[in-house]
């Protein structure tokens, strides 16, 4: 999914965001994904995605680096907002899970139980 999103011309993508969070080895690792103009993260390669891992939201010229909205019930709940794409990968990283490893094939309902088929 990467090499797609680094090499698409897609509008929604922005490409400064995905190259800063690429060359971050702890999040290469993981499964990109887009929704609503944001970059998400995944543990594993297959929907249902997990969602442990911090959002990032283009706005304005900044960048709202968020926990996914299942995290609040009142919506997403702000980690900071930044002006630059390298700072929101920063943040991003340093609220990753415990032991966040490489994504892994499945979804997220394997994840949460591993003794499933």
Known sequence: MWATYRQT???HVDHDLIEAAYAQPQLRALYPFHSHRSLNFSRCTGFPY?????????????????????RSPQGPAD???????RDAVALVIAHLPPECGP???GT???LANPDSP
């Open 9 to 11: 011309a897609a509008s």
């Open 50 to 70: 997990t969602h442990d891992v911090p959002v990032v939201t283009p706005t304005d010229g900044t960048y709202r680096v968020t926990w996914w909205k299942t």
């Open 79 to 85: 980690i900071g907002e930044v002006d630059n794409p």
């Open 103 to 105: 994504a892994v094939a």
């Open 108 to 110: 997220a309902d394997d």
